[in-house]
Protein backbone atom coordinates (compact mmCIF):
# COMPACT_ATOMS: atom_id res chain seq x y z
CA UNK A 1 0.00 0.00 0.00
CA UNK A 2 1.06 3.64 -0.49
CA UNK A 3 -0.50 6.84 -0.05
CA UNK A 4 -2.38 8.82 -2.87
CA UNK A 5 0.68 11.51 -2.79
CA UNK A 6 2.92 9.42 -3.84
CA UNK A 7 1.44 7.49 -5.81
CA UNK A 8 0.81 10.62 -7.92
CA UNK A 9 4.31 11.51 -7.69
CA UNK A 10 5.76 7.75 -9.18
CA UNK A 11 7.26 8.85 -12.61
CA UNK A 12 7.85 5.38 -14.22
CA UNK A 13 5.90 2.14 -15.27
CA UNK A 14 7.76 -0.10 -12.80
CA UNK A 15 6.93 2.24 -9.53
CA UNK A 16 3.37 2.41 -10.21
CA UNK A 17 2.68 -1.51 -11.33
CA UNK A 18 4.74 -2.29 -8.33
CA UNK A 19 1.96 -0.75 -6.36
CA UNK A 20 -0.48 -2.82 -7.99
CA UNK A 21 0.86 -5.75 -7.46
CA UNK A 22 1.32 -5.49 -3.87
CA UNK A 23 -2.34 -4.12 -3.58
CA UNK A 24 -3.45 -7.05 -5.84
CA UNK A 25 -2.06 -9.69 -3.45
CA UNK A 26 -3.60 -7.92 -0.98
CA UNK A 27 -6.53 -8.48 -2.60
CA UNK A 28 -5.89 -12.28 -2.84
CA UNK A 29 -5.84 -12.59 1.26
CA UNK A 30 -9.30 -10.58 1.09
CA UNK A 31 -12.54 -12.13 1.66
CA UNK A 32 -14.34 -8.52 1.30
CA UNK A 33 -12.52 -8.44 -2.34
CA UNK A 34 -12.95 -10.82 -6.05
CA UNK A 35 -11.52 -9.84 -8.95
CA UNK A 36 -12.84 -9.68 -12.46
CA UNK A 37 -10.59 -7.30 -14.89
CA UNK A 38 -13.82 -5.51 -16.41
CA UNK A 39 -14.52 -3.52 -13.48
CA UNK A 40 -12.66 -0.72 -12.01
CA UNK A 41 -14.16 -0.82 -7.98
CA UNK A 42 -17.56 -2.32 -8.20
CA UNK A 43 -19.20 -3.46 -4.61
CA UNK A 44 -21.45 -5.75 -4.89
CA UNK A 45 -24.30 -5.02 -2.39
CA UNK A 46 -23.06 -8.42 -0.76
CA UNK A 47 -20.00 -7.22 1.11
CA UNK A 48 -17.54 -8.16 -1.69
CA UNK A 49 -15.99 -5.27 -3.78
CA UNK A 50 -15.13 -6.21 -7.27
CA UNK A 51 -11.98 -5.01 -8.93
CA UNK A 52 -9.32 -5.16 -11.65
CA UNK A 53 -5.60 -4.75 -11.00
CA UNK A 54 -6.00 -0.83 -10.88
CA UNK A 55 -8.82 -1.66 -8.81
CA UNK A 56 -6.39 -3.21 -6.41
CA UNK A 57 -4.84 0.18 -5.84
CA UNK A 58 -8.10 2.12 -5.91
CA UNK A 59 -9.22 -0.33 -2.95
CA UNK A 60 -6.03 -0.41 -0.75
CA UNK A 61 -3.98 2.34 -1.45
CA UNK A 62 -6.56 4.99 -2.25
CA UNK A 63 -9.69 4.85 -1.17
CA UNK A 64 -10.65 5.87 2.24
CA UNK A 65 -11.77 3.02 4.71
CA UNK A 66 -15.74 4.37 4.03
CA UNK A 67 -15.57 5.13 0.29
CA UNK A 68 -14.45 1.17 -0.15
CA UNK A 69 -18.09 0.81 -0.48
CA UNK A 70 -18.79 2.72 -3.32
CA UNK A 71 -18.35 2.52 -7.27
CA UNK A 72 -15.10 3.99 -8.18
CA UNK A 73 -13.01 4.53 -11.69
CA UNK A 74 -10.00 6.55 -12.39
CA UNK A 75 -12.42 9.77 -13.23
CA UNK A 76 -13.19 9.42 -9.41
CA UNK A 77 -9.47 10.87 -8.84
CA UNK A 78 -7.82 14.13 -9.84
CA UNK A 79 -6.24 13.83 -13.24
CA UNK A 80 -2.28 13.06 -11.78
CA UNK A 81 -3.86 9.47 -9.91
CA UNK A 82 -6.28 9.27 -13.19
CA UNK A 83 -3.55 8.94 -15.37
CA UNK A 84 -1.60 6.54 -13.40
CA UNK A 85 -4.90 4.33 -13.41
CA UNK A 86 -5.19 4.20 -17.04
CA UNK A 87 -1.33 3.23 -17.42
CA UNK A 88 -2.01 0.39 -14.70
CA UNK A 89 -4.54 -0.56 -17.15
CA UNK A 90 -2.58 -0.71 -20.16
CA UNK A 91 -0.29 -2.57 -18.60
CA UNK A 92 -2.98 -5.27 -17.37
CA UNK A 93 -3.34 -5.66 -21.39
CA UNK A 94 0.32 -5.28 -22.45
CA UNK A 95 -0.03 -2.08 -24.12
CA UNK A 96 3.32 -0.86 -22.75
CA UNK A 97 3.78 2.33 -24.92
CA UNK A 98 0.06 3.62 -24.43
CA UNK A 99 0.75 3.20 -20.75
CA UNK A 100 3.86 4.94 -20.45
CA UNK A 101 2.26 7.68 -22.71
CA UNK A 102 -0.23 8.10 -20.34
CA UNK A 103 2.41 8.94 -17.61
CA UNK A 104 4.63 11.73 -19.77
CA UNK A 105 5.06 11.69 -23.48
CA UNK A 106 8.53 10.05 -23.65
CA UNK A 107 11.62 10.63 -24.97
CA UNK A 108 13.24 8.79 -28.11
CA UNK A 109 14.94 6.39 -25.48
CA UNK A 110 11.92 5.64 -23.62
CA UNK A 111 9.83 5.34 -26.58
CA UNK A 112 12.14 2.77 -28.14
CA UNK A 113 12.04 0.62 -24.91
CA UNK A 114 8.44 0.57 -24.21
CA UNK A 115 7.74 -0.76 -27.83
CA UNK A 116 10.28 -3.02 -27.73
CA UNK A 117 8.61 -4.40 -24.50
CA UNK A 118 5.67 -4.15 -25.61
CA UNK A 119 6.52 -6.77 -28.80
CA UNK A 120 7.30 -9.07 -25.95
CA UNK A 121 4.42 -8.17 -23.44
CA UNK A 122 1.63 -7.58 -25.85
CA UNK A 123 0.37 -11.06 -26.63
CA UNK A 124 1.75 -12.70 -23.48
CA UNK A 125 -0.80 -10.66 -21.69
CA UNK A 126 -3.81 -11.30 -24.00
CA UNK A 127 -6.55 -11.93 -23.60
CA UNK A 128 -7.01 -15.13 -21.38
CA UNK A 129 -4.63 -13.23 -18.92
CA UNK A 130 -6.34 -9.72 -19.27
CA UNK A 131 -9.45 -10.83 -18.98
CA UNK A 132 -8.83 -12.67 -15.76
CA UNK A 133 -11.94 -13.76 -13.24
CA UNK A 134 -11.42 -14.29 -9.46
CA UNK A 135 -8.57 -15.40 -7.57
CA UNK A 136 -6.87 -18.61 -9.10
CA UNK A 137 -6.59 -16.60 -12.61
CA UNK A 138 -5.84 -13.37 -10.72
CA UNK A 139 -2.60 -15.36 -9.23
CA UNK A 140 -1.56 -16.52 -12.80
CA UNK A 141 -1.93 -12.47 -13.93
CA UNK A 142 0.19 -11.69 -11.09
CA UNK A 143 3.19 -14.01 -11.73
CA UNK A 144 3.29 -12.37 -14.91
CA UNK A 145 2.82 -8.51 -14.16
CA UNK A 146 5.96 -9.57 -11.45
CA UNK A 147 7.73 -9.99 -14.55
CA UNK A 148 6.90 -7.38 -16.17
CA UNK A 149 7.68 -5.19 -13.16
CA UNK A 150 11.21 -6.61 -13.74
CA UNK A 151 11.28 -5.66 -17.50
CA UNK A 152 10.34 -2.63 -16.71
CA UNK A 153 12.51 -1.76 -13.95
CA UNK A 154 15.65 -3.13 -16.05
CA UNK A 155 14.62 -0.27 -18.63
CA UNK A 156 13.76 2.01 -16.29
CA UNK A 157 10.42 3.06 -17.69
Not at 103 to 127: C, G, T, V
Request: proline share 3%; net charge negative.
Amino acid sequence: MTDAKSFAEMNTLHEILAVAIADMKLGLEDEAVDFNMEHWHRPNGKGVCVICVAGAVIHYSLAEILTRRAFLSPSSFRQEIRYRLFAINDLRSGSIFQAKLNLHYPNQEDRDKAIELERKWFSRMMPEVALAKGKEETKKMIFLLEEMHLDLKAANI
